[in-house]
């Protein structure tokens, strides 16, 4: 029988040799996908780094730790910030507890300025009254408008100002010079 040169070459080692040799003269090919998947290679002598190098991958981790630094910090601002409103939020539910003023069977309505937007509640006429004396408030709290006293308007004006939906001062009375009640935008 007869065989082939290369089956004669491979029987013989010379080719196993050769492939041998050529992988040692090419160590920076990089090995076919189908070999040893999934592990590791070894890369023979391998350069070491240079000093470009080094500090260009110590800026990246430098960075790295700021920006981690940085993001934790404004996790726990936004924390401090949300844990202060709801306190605020608290403070403010305890004080409107029984002081309350709305009334269902009001009747007319008192239109005021708050947020940009002209918003209405329904008061009795002795409300309305005392409300543009300065001696009632509305409070804005969960997207509800309230009627309080002049104490309890304060005090949640010192809270947080913004829940202010409308306290007329008592010394002008609430009527700028024209007749109109100074917190309307008419």
Same mark, same amino acid.
């Not at 920076?28 to 991958?57: F, I, V, W, Y």
């Not at 309350?100 to 918003?119: P, V």
């Given at each position: 029988? #007869?065989?082939?040169? !290369?089956?004669?070459? =491979?029987k013989?080692? @010379?080719v196993?040799?050769l492939?041998d040799?050529? $992988?040692?003269?090419?160590?920076?090919?990089?090995?076919?996908?189908?070999?040893?998947k999934?592990?590791?290679?070894?890369?023979?002598? $391998?350069?070491? &780094?240079?000093q470009e190098? +080094?500090? =260009?991958?110590?800026? %990246?981790?430098?960075r790295?730790?700021?920006?981690?630094?940085e &993001?934790?910090?404004?996790?726990?601002?936004?924390?401090?910030?949300?844990? @202060?409103?709801r306190?605020?939020k608290?403070?403010?539910?305890?004080? =409107?507890?029984?002081? +309350?003023l709305n009334k269902?069977?009001?009747?007319?309505? $008192?239109?005021?300025?708050?947020?940009?937007? /002209?918003?209405?509640m %329904?008061?009795?006429?002795?409300?309305?009254?005392?409300?543009?004396?300065?001696?009632l408030g /509305?409070?804005?709290?969960?997207? !509800?408008?309230? =009627? #309080?006293?002049?104490?309890?308007?304060?005090? @949640? !004006?010192? @809270?947080?100002?913004?829940?202010?939906?409308?306290l007329?001062?008592p010394?002008?009375?609430?009527i700028?010079?024209?007749? #109109?009640?100074?917190?309307? +935008?008419?």
């Amino acid at each position: 029988m #007869v065989d082939s040169l !290369r089956d004669q070459l =491979l029987k013989s080692g @010379i080719v196993k040799q050769l492939k041998d040799e050529k $992988r040692q003269q090419q160590p920076a090919q990089r090995p076919s996908p189908s070999h040893g998947k999934g592990k590791p290679q070894h890369k023979p002598n $391998r350069p070491a &780094r240079s000093q470009e190098e +080094m500090d =260009l991958a110590k800026a %990246y981790a430098m960075r790295a730790q700021t920006e981690a630094t940085e &993001r934790k910090r404004a996790e726990q601002e936004a924390a401090e910030q949300a844990r @202060i409103k709801r306190e605020r939020k608290a403070k403010v539910q305890q004080l =409107l507890q029984g002081n +309350m003023l709305n009334k269902a069977d009001a009747d007319q309505a $008192r239109h005021f300025e708050y947020g940009g937007k /002209i918003r209405r509640m %329904y008061v009795d006429a002795a409300q309305l009254a005392d409300l543009n004396a300065g001696k009632l408030g /509305i409070v804005q709290n969960g997207g !509800r408008y309230v =009627l #309080v006293t002049l104490a309890v308007a304060e005090q @949640i !004006r010192q @809270i947080d100002p913004h829940l202010l939906a409308l306290l007329i001062d008592p010394s002008t009375g609430g009527i700028g010079d024209d007749g #109109v009640p100074d917190d309307l +935008m008419w």
